[in-house]
């Protein structure tokens, strides 16, 4: 059982309101975790919703090839960008944005309910395991809507890095396209060895946002919060505690990486086994065996990717969440 409590002549000294120690709510997030399945599935969940999808279908998808893109793309851009384009084009660029835009809201959220239902989860473990952590019921809580817009907000900041970095990175990724000096690296890893700090930045601020985000959702739900001011409070928290917060967020990230890193590689090796396989005329029974091999691989990623996520969820509501008055353990 995990305790957050503590006994000694400082019992009864805290503040009612302090929080559970920092190495206490990563070990509970973490603990609490891996015996419930039901985290899982909405961590993975969240992670398809908020473009998680792409990355888990990488193995099996089949990029366009420079050339590709230029035949299909170049004589509207063209006519776009140099001419006057036609009704037509310009009816398909508006309905392309208005999906994206639709795509987006929709993705925020189906996130936003797992996040929801995650933290519902989160303080229903730390209950069953004595952690006195507050709000537990979330009856009359906000619900996604409130949730979304704050998802939503959080994208701000990273749209508006992505703007300023937009037309370097472009113009390395255009060059890498026309005259490549490296044939063998992928043309990402190109992009990224010729900009790194500048897409170091982007990811910074990705990570600073997210964080802000992450604690904005657990003030509005757990707290009774507005929009504006769980916002507020959420950038407050990682300029008061930077230490804290970017911990919890790089514990997070790192989990996330060693789980998902090690099975999208295996995926993206067993597909091209799989491939190979079926593109040779080998036996059948041979190309089932190696398919049914690569599925069982590519949905123990998922689960792994599920428990990432769900601890890195737990790791913030358990980070944010503020002790119930009746415990009584030293403030850390």
């Known amino acids: 059982m995990i305790r957050g409590a503590a006994t000694g002549p ?19 997030a973490f603990v609490t975790t891996l015996i419930r399945p039901a985290a899982w599935a909405f961590g993975l969940l969240g992670f398809l919703a908020g473009g998680g999808i792409v990355l888990v279908a990488w193995p099996i998808l089949v990029l366009p090839t420079p050339t590709g893109l230029q035949n299909d793309l170049g004589g509207p851009a063209n006519r776009l960008v140099l001419g006057t384009p036609s009704a037509e084009l310009v009816l398909v660029v508006a309905a392309a944005v208005l999906a994206g835009v639709g795509i987006v809201i929709v993705s925020c959220s189906v ?32 619900g996604v809507g ?20 937009w037309g370097p990175v472009y113009d390395v990724a255009y060059q890498e396209l026309i005259l490549p000096e490296d044939l063998v690296t992928p043309l990402p890893l190109r992009v990224v060895r010729e900009v790194p700090g500048l897409l170091a930045g982007v990811a910074t601020v990705w990570l600073v946002s997210d964080a802000a985000g992450a604690i904005a959702v657990r003030h509005l739900v757990l707290n009774r919060r507005s929009i504006a001011r ?35 590689l295996a995926s993206g090796t067993g597909w091209s086994r799989v491939r190979d396989l079926m593109l040779g005329g080998t036996d059948p029974r041979n190309a089932l065996a190696a398919v049914v091999i690569w599925v069982t691989i590519w949905l123990g990623g998922l689960v792994l990717v599920g428990i990432a996520v769900a601890a890195r969820a737990a790791a913030w509501t358990f980070a944010t969440a503020r002790l119930r008055h009746e415990d009584t353990g030293p403030r850390v």
């Open 230 to 264: 769980a916002w507020l409070l959420g950038w407050a928290e990682v300029v008061r505690r930077p230490i804290r917060t970017l911990a919890t967020a790089l514990v997070g990230l790192l989990t996330m990486v060693l789980l998902l890193g090690p099975a999208l």
């Open 111 to 142: 996130g936003a309910w797992a996040e929801r239902q995650g933290i519902q989860v989160a303080l229903e473990a730390a209950a069953a395991e004595g952690l006195a952590v507050g709000g537990a019921e979330l009856a009359g809580a906000p």
């Open 10 to 28: 400082r019992a009864g000294l805290m503040p009612t309101r302090a929080r559970l120690p920092w190495r206490t709510a990563i070990t509970s």
């Open 146 to 165: 409130r949730i979304t817009v704050i998802r939503l907000l959080a994208l701000a900041p990273v749209l508006v890095a992505f703007a300023l970095a």
